[in-house]
């Protein structure tokens, strides 16, 4: 499943302590193998993205995230 987050890079008008949450939740996921999603469901139509769910749903814009290994 594709699960989106905003670049701090392209947040221009968040504050400088919520860029700093996106970049440090960004660096976390890099480094787990499984992790808990909370969401809203975006129905896409499949094209050549690597991760794509069978039924092409995403969660745009991830809003809570767990590591769980």
Not at 1 to 14: D, H, N, Q, T, V
Not at 21 to 49: N, P, T
Request: with cysteine; proline share 6%.
């Amino acid at each position: 499943m594709i699960a989106e987050s905003p670049s701090s890079a392209y947040a221009r008008g968040a504050t400088p302590y919520r860029r700093r949450q996106m970049r440090e939740a960004r660096m976390k996921l890099r480094l787990c193998s499984q992790v808990r999603v909370v969401g809203v469901a975006f129905f896409d139509f499949k094209r050549s993205q690597t991760g794509v769910a069978p039924n092409a749903v995403e969660l745009r814009p991830r809003q809570a995230q767990k590591i769980t290994g």
